[in-house]
């Protein structure tokens, strides 16, 4: 089962969705970041999967700049390559299952461990 995130690009300092201000949102080509920076990219029309150590991470390429870019995790490495270039290109992580804000200083404080926590109890139900 995969593991939602949403990468945002904003000068905002975002501590929900519910308080992004679409203005302080910046246009990025996340696809050309993941190229330069993942060495196993495979290509499907325009479906991308990242096939990495123990994980990997599905997106969809977009024909433009967006500000925002929804991932498929499968593996708890995922998310650490992630925060590596949410770090280095000043993006934001948003975690759907949690619905909140990645801390980028400590991932594993709400990041798979709690997806984990979370998908046992949904499939408990």
């Known amino acids: 089962m995969s593991w939602n995130i949403v990468l945002f690009n904003s000068k905002q300092k975002i501590d929900s969705v519910e308080s992004v201000d679409e203005a302080q949102l910046e246009p990025t080509d996340f696809c050309s970041v993941f190229e330069d920076h993942f060495q196993q990219i ?74 984990q926590r979370y998908l046992n109890q949904v499939l408990k139900k």
């Open 42 to 115: 495979i290509k499907k029309d325009d479906r991308r999967e990242v096939k990495g150590k123990d994980f990997v991470i599905e997106y969809f390429a977009d024909a433009e700049k967006v500000s925002n870019k929804m991932l498929s995790l499968y593996g708890e490495n995922g998310i650490y390559e992630l925060v590596v270039l949410a770090k280095k290109n000043n993006w934001q992580i948003f975690d759907t299952g949690l619905g909140q804000m990645i801390d980028l200083e400590n991932p594993s404080k709400n990041g798979f461990e709690n997806f």
